[in-house]
């Protein structure tokens, strides 16, 4: 099982950058994905979540308007558009699924993770 993240990258505040995240070795259709972040020195913190189609997604309130979590349909593939992006947003996201089948809801456990991709807005 890997997730892979991709789409990081340095971005000047208000800008924009698109996540994704990629997986291999899953069977079945994972029902709950999703984005969490670790600034450095903090502890890592979820920031969305969607569910199996996107029937269902959770934000952290302080990203919503800004940020859209969104499934590729019939993938275990997720995205995270962020825009209007602040020096606040620098951290490593990180991508993560839930185990396929056992846990249907957005909020998780959370046991599978990708390695990180670096989002550092200056």
């Known amino acids: 099982v890997q997730l892979v993240e991709s789409g990081g990258g340095s971005v000047l505040s208000g800008g924009s950058l698109r996540l994704s995240c990629t997986t291999s070795g899953f069977r079945v259709q994972i029902d709950c994905m999703a984005w969490f972040r670790q600034a450095p020195g903090q502890k890592r913190e979820a920031v969305a979540a969607?569910?199996?189609?996107?029937?269902?997604?959770m934000y952290v309130d302080s990203e919503k308007g800004r940020f859209t979590i969104s499934r590729e349909s019939g993938k275990n593939t997720v995205h995270l558009q962020m825009n209007s992006l602040k020096t606040e947003d620098t951290a490593v996201y990180y991508c993560?699924?839930?185990?396929?089948?056992?846990?249907?809801?957005?909020?998780?456990?959370?046991?599978?993770w990708g390695q990180g991709t670096q989002v550092t807005v200056s």
């Open positions: 993560a699924a839930c185990q396929p089948v056992i846990v249907t809801s957005v909020t998780g456990p959370y046991v599978y």
């Open positions: 969607v569910s199996t189609g996107g029937s269902s997604t």
